[in-house]
């Protein structure tokens, strides 16, 4: 994959170079669309799109906080009712900390040449010459380096060094600790079962006590109902009851005693609900016989025969038959009420091929119908309440 660069701390449009455009090659009007473009913790707002294309600038305050390394650009479009649609999330992007250059010394110049996106840059140093002085100063810096180097090789060691001495030490505690938590381990071991054998007692005192107390409330329970039985029985024998209010069996109705339906007297007349339609009144006029409907208005479709040619203007909710002999523009009706059902049939029967302009960029299932071949087709026109949608449907016999 190929990778746009960008310089950390650099502008992109260096030069008045634009850096990257963005193009939207479409038939329908952008005009109030919005775009957000994302890179890194950068987001970027652009106004309205009715030109269908944006400009992605970004100044060095912006590279400067660019991680260095592959980042991936989110570009997304916004319509006018603020609904987003992500076009792409991987836009490659390389941030770098520095070009890449290429400097070779000739005779009394230096030449360094630097590619910036598509901008290449030459840079020519001139200088008299480098005399031997100024190669052993060089030289000299070049065993300074070094030194430092060496030095700095040597506090890493050094470090190193300390660093094995603390693991040592961590080592060592980390041995105590084990030790420790092992002497807790055992100690809360040892209060476990020491808890355990008490709860074990305590539990055996508590069935022993439940014991005593069952055995009470058993005994008390009999007391209570010995006690009952005598209270009853000495209340049949004050208590007097006066049946007389009550009915004798003999005196009950047989559907009383039965419940049947048909010990019930005095029922009323249930009607008898007819079997065949005739037999109701016709009280609301229903029709009964055969009605003549010679001189009403015929509600059929007539089928519209079209130009064989030409810009053809469709009628709405109408049915059409076409032949074409040359190239055919159909033009749909506008303005429609969005309320009321809209539909248009054409049939065509294409025995040479034309170029058919279906006046209409939507489609069913969103794919151009195939008019490829010769044949008779049934194009489907609906209106959906804003745009007309069409579809081609072949005719013919099974192959």
């Known amino acids: 994959m190929d990778y746009i660069t960008i310089i950390q701390g650099d502008d992109t449009n260096f030069l008045e170079d634009q850096f990257i455009i963005v193009n939207f090659k479409t038939d329908f009007s952008m005009s109030g669309f919005m775009a957000t473009f994302t890179l890194d913790n950068i987001t970027l707002t652009y106004g309205d799109l009715s030109s269908k294309s944006l400009e992605i600038i970004l100044s060095k305050d912006i590279t400067s906080n660019l991680k260095i390394g592959k980042q991936y650009g989110e570009l997304k479009l916004i319509d006018t009712k603020n609904r987003i649609r992500t076009i792409s999330s991987v836009i490659p992007f390389l941030v770098k900390n520095g070009v890449n250059e290429k400097v070779t010394y000739i005779n009394n110049s230096f030449n360094v040449i630097t590619n910036i996106n598509d901008t290449t840059l030459e840079i020519i140093v001139e200088t008299a010459g480098i005399a031997k002085t100024e190669a052993e100063k060089v030289l000299a810096e070049c065993n300074l380096a070094s030194k430092e180097a060496q030095n700095g090789a040597n506090i890493c060691q050094n470090l190193s060094i300390k660093m094995e001495e603390y693991l040592t030490i961590i080592s060592n505690k980390q041995e105590e600790l084990d030790t420790s938590v092992n002497n807790t381990i055992q100690l809360c071991e040892q209060n476990i079962d020491e808890i355990t054998n008490l709860s074990n007692a305590t539990i055996n005192n508590i069935n022993e006590a439940n014991e005593n107390i069952e055995g009470q409330i058993s005994n008390g329970l009999s007391d209570i109902e010995e006690a009952r039985k005598k209270a009853m029985e000495e209340l049949y024998n004050i208590i007097e009851v006066d049946f007389s209010a009550f009915a004798k069996k003999e005196d009950l109705s047989d559907v009383a005693i039965s419940g049947n339906y048909e010990d019930l007297k005095n029922t009323p007349e249930i009607p008898v609900i007819p079997k065949n339609i005739s037999e109701f009144e016709n009280d609301v006029g229903y029709l009964t016989q055969h009605q003549d409907i010679s001189g009403k208005e015929n509600v059929l479709k007539t089928i519209n025969i079209l130009d064989k040619s030409g810009t053809i203007e469709l009628s709405d909710n109408s049915i059409n038959s076409i032949a074409p002999e040359g190239d055919i523009t159909f033009l749909l009706p506008s303005n429609l009420d969005k309320t009321v059902f809209h539909q248009i049939l054409v049939q065509l029967n294409m025995e040479t091929l034309h170029s058919i302009n279906l006046g209409t960029s939507y489609y069913f299932n969103s794919e151009v ?31």
């Open 369 to 399: 119908p195939d008019l490829s071949n010769t044949g008779s087709y049934n194009l489907i026109y609906e209106y959906d309440g804003t745009n007309w949608i069409v579809g081609a449907i072949s005719k013919g016999v099974a192959a």
